[in-house]
């Protein structure tokens, strides 16, 4: 089975604060995501991730970083966390052939849920 | 632009009854694909399906069953003699060329609350 893991179930951080979400996935997958998950608005993509020290931005990257060091790890970074930052944060993956498009099915982990005060 | 519709917000249900979950798309790809994703209240979304534009059969799966209609660009899904267990967020959603590597258009989710 896929898996997909992320370092924090529940995190709270202060204002200003760098924050850092860490995601790892156990199947060789190319492509890695990060989503922000608001109530009325569904999943929003903030990266992506086709290959290592690869990034591409998603719909909403503002106030924040990628890093792809390692095929398996991809961590989200808020540089300085404010409180509209407060949401739940999803990570997934897909397999994908480097350089190529992929529309397989992506999976995911529990989710981080981040409290900004 | 992509995009994905959920109209509807929330429905709520008594078990046994059957509830249908719309969803519209749009995309001006000709090849695309459509998925449908459950997010139980532990969070973690599970992959339901898959269907690619040019596959417009129906497919059922237990109670599962869904609804591909390219002349109407929706893509519904309904739960049969619904059970206190499909309670959960239900997400629909499009991926197409005009997106890069494999991006997904989310739609905003359906909560379904099955009473018993």
């Known amino acids: 089975d896929v898996k997909v893991t992320q370092s924090s179930r529940y995190l709270v951080k202060r204002t200003g604060e760098k924050v850092f979400l860490e995601c790892v996935q156990d199947m060789d997958h190319e492509n890695m995501f990060w989503y922000r998950q608001d109530p009325g608005l569904g999943l929003r993509l903030i990266y992506f991730s086709y290959d290592v020290k690869m990034k591409e931005k998603g719909d909403i990257p503002e106030g924040y970083s990628v890093s792809r060091e390692k095929k398996e790890r991809f961590s989200l970074i808020l540089e300085s966390a404010s409180t509209n930052q407060t949401s739940m944060y999803l990570c997934?993956?897909?397999?994908?052939?480097?350089?190529?498009?992929?529309?397989?099915?992506?999976?995911f982990g529990p989710g981080t849920r981040l409290t900004v005060l | 632009a992509q995009k994905v519709t959920q109209a509807q917000t929330e429905i709520s249900v008594v078990e046994k009854e059957d509830v249908t979950l719309d969803c519209v798309y749009e995309t001006r790809d000709t090849t695309y694909y459509l998925f449908w994703y459950k997010q139980p209240p532990s969070g973690e979304l599970v992959f339901l399906i898959r269907r690619n534009s040019f596959d417009e059969q129906n497919e059922i799966s237990g109670r599962y069953s869904w609804n591909f209609q390219k002349s109407t660009s929706s893509f519904n899904f309904t739960i049969t003699a619904s059970q206190v267990v499909d309670s959960a967020v239900y997400f629909c959603a499009l991926s197409a060329p005009t997106d890069s590597w494999g991006k997904f258009q989310f739609g905003a989710g359906t909560q379904v609350v099955v009473t018993p």
């Open positions: 997934a993956s897909s397999p994908g052939t480097s350089g190529s498009r992929s529309y397989n099915e992506q999976f």
